[in-house]
């Protein structure tokens, strides 16, 4: 089962700030939190990860609390091209570790 | 997605017939791992890959199994359709200098 625990959906207003929580409140000291997503019909899509550190790339922000038991995915400035199901998965930092998909938060950008 | 090949995107067979489904890569990547995808259930790991001629068991493997004779190429097949094995399967790869799985396009399996 997965280790994640997502809301199911959430809205937000285009151009503004997407903040989507995640709690993995059983996470084990070495495993990272990842976070994917997939527009429709599409495979998923890696967007970022992180283990203690906040992270921020190109796509995304991830803020991670510092007990590690939840994280926040932010996306800047939403566009309509952002709705899609964003997925929160807690794996290990080795490539032995298989990534456990849950159900994911469906985002809906709102026009 | 770029290196990463499904073939063939679109499938309708009948129950009881073999099917194989082909992923392809040419990122020389060691992992390689297949996922069905159904309503409701979300992304399921069906068996994955880490090198030439080993692989392994996912979550789901029941009526699946697959073969990796070369580095680019993880055949999945199911021995003999049944309805429940209709679905969306992806392929993904994962290796050094990579962050995270690289998913394919899909390939949508019919069985009637």
């Known amino acids: 089962d997965a280790k994640t625990t997502q809301p199911p959906s959430m809205d937000c207003a285009e151009g503004r700030a997407a903040n ?10 070495n495993e990272y ?14 967007i970022i990860h992180g283990l203690k550190n906040n992270e921020t ?4 922000s991830l803020i991670i609390t510092e007990d590690r038991k939840s994280s926040t995915l932010i996306l800047p400035h939403a566009t309509l091209r952002d709705t ?28 | 997605d770029a290196g990463i090949t499904q073939s063939p995107r679109h499938k309708v067979t009948e129950t009881g017939t073999p099917v194989t489904l082909r ?7 060691r992992y390689m791992y297949w996922y069905r995808q159904d309503p409701g259930h979300g992304l399921r790991l069906i068996h994955y890959s880490y090198g030439v001629k ?20 993880f055949l999945l097949t199911l ?10 399967y992806f392929c993904a790869i994962s290796g050094p200098g990579q962050d995270g799985y690289t998913f ?7 069985v009637v």
């Open chain 2, 79 to 88: 021995e003999s359709a049944t309805s429940s094995q209709t679905s969306v």
């Open chain 1, 20 to 29: 989507l929580p995640c709690n993995h409140s059983t996470i084990s000291g």
């Open chain 2, 104 to 110: 394919g396009s899909g390939t949508r399996l019919t």
């Open chain 2, 23 to 29: 992923c392809h890569q040419t990122e020389n990547h």
């Open chain 2, 54 to 73: 080993d692989t392994d068991k996912g979550e789901v493997s029941d009526g699946y199994s697959v073969s990796r004779s070369k580095t680019e190429d």
């Open chain 1, 57 to 60: 790339n190109e796509m995304a």
């Open chain 1, 33 to 46: 939190v990842y976070w994917y997503r997939q527009i429709h019909s599409q495979g998923p899509q890696y």
């Open chain 1, 84 to 111: 899609a199901v964003y997925y929160c998965i807690a794996a290990g930092g080795n490539r032995d570790d298989k990534i456990i998909f849950g159900k994911g938060t469906r985002l809906h950008i709102l026009p």
